[in-house]
């Protein structure tokens, strides 16, 4: 009789924990269909909707909140609050399999909320890069850091949801780790100040283009972050490079340029010494029948014959002490002439042309003056438009523009000889 009595009591209570498995598996189903059918709802019906209604509106950041999914991670947040709310009603008591389901379910709506806020926080930046006319806020670093801190805060909230205690009990403990916090976000505190200075000295904003030859830099800037600056190079790599390090080193900044509208031209043409002479009457008079150096001639040949005069005076002046023209100085004058009359280049910044000290390659001069363009190919067409006109004009000045000897020119002097 007892055995008997023994068996039914075990029956019954294989049978209660039966029934208990069945009512838990049945509410978690329950729970999950609900979350999932609202989940499903919200994302598929209510913000299709939502999406029309944006893409219908002429403004235009609202846009901004498609392309950075706000809409989509506060539809996340609905399962997780359905969870939150159902589970005390499905299974009321202190059952721990309901504890886990809603501990679990804190954790991920709060590192779902902390997901929201980043893309909101995108949101804003998105604006601001539309709108502002100067960009020297450093919101790309503020937002990181915000971002960091908002991770951080969520981090502490799940851990303190774990160990059942208040967040302010871990916030305490962490004023014990202040050095070891430094040491481990060195880069992002010596990152933030950088900004901060980046910002204060308006010395590089995102567009910029910008030179770091000790990083390999050379491009625009497409991004300054809290711990890197993102160049795009002119090869269309990227390179990045520490945004303290646009505080700390040398580099250079182009924007000036683009602001003036015009980009310098400063390069040389090495003239062969062995062909600098003076120029006879008859030479002089062929070049001033030239529109660019008939005033430039005329006002000359004034000058040197009154200083000549005053010179000669005793009628026995040899004619080396005597003033007379040069080629290279006709040249250069020449040159002078043709960039002021020249439309592509800009005669309200400097324009010039100069001897450099002569060297063993010969006499350079060099001609200092700015295109009216910053368009890199409009640029290099004029640079290369005046130097082709200035190489093939040279010898109409019996002038000789040095290179080194060529193949070309052994074998026309083995021929000679």
Known sequence: MNELMTAWLASQGIREQYIETSGIALGLLIIVLISAMSYYLAKHQVIKVVHRVILKTKNTWDDALIEHQVLTRLTLLLPFIVILFLTPIVFPGELLFATVLVLLAKMLLTFQIARTVSSILNVSKSLYQETAKQKYLPLNAIIQVIKLAIYLVAAIVIVSLILNRSPIYLLSGLG??????????????????????????????????????????????????????????????????????????????????YHCGARRIKRTIIIDVASIDFYSLEKVDFLASTALLKTYLSDKKQQLENENKALNQDEHLNVIDIRQLTNVGTFRAYIEMYLHQNQRVRNDLTCMVRQLPATASGLPLELYCFANTTVWTEYEAIQADIFDHLFAIAPHFDLRVFQHPSGFDWKSSTKAT
């Not at 890197?228 to 000036?256: C, G, H, M, Q």
């Open 176 to 257: 014990a780790l202040t050095a070891v916090l430094i040491l481990v976000f060195q880069d992002t505190i010596k990152g933030l100040v950088a900004s901060i200075q980046i910002s204060a000295n308006k010395m590089v904003v995102a567009g910029d283009w910008i030179e770091l030859p000790k990083y390999g830099a050379d491009g625009d800037v497409i991004e300054i972050g809290l711990n890197t600056v993102k160049v795009e190079n002119f090869d269309k790599t990227i390179t990045t490079v520490p945004t303290y390090a646009l505080t700390s080193d040398s580099f250079k900044n182009w924007r000036n340029m």
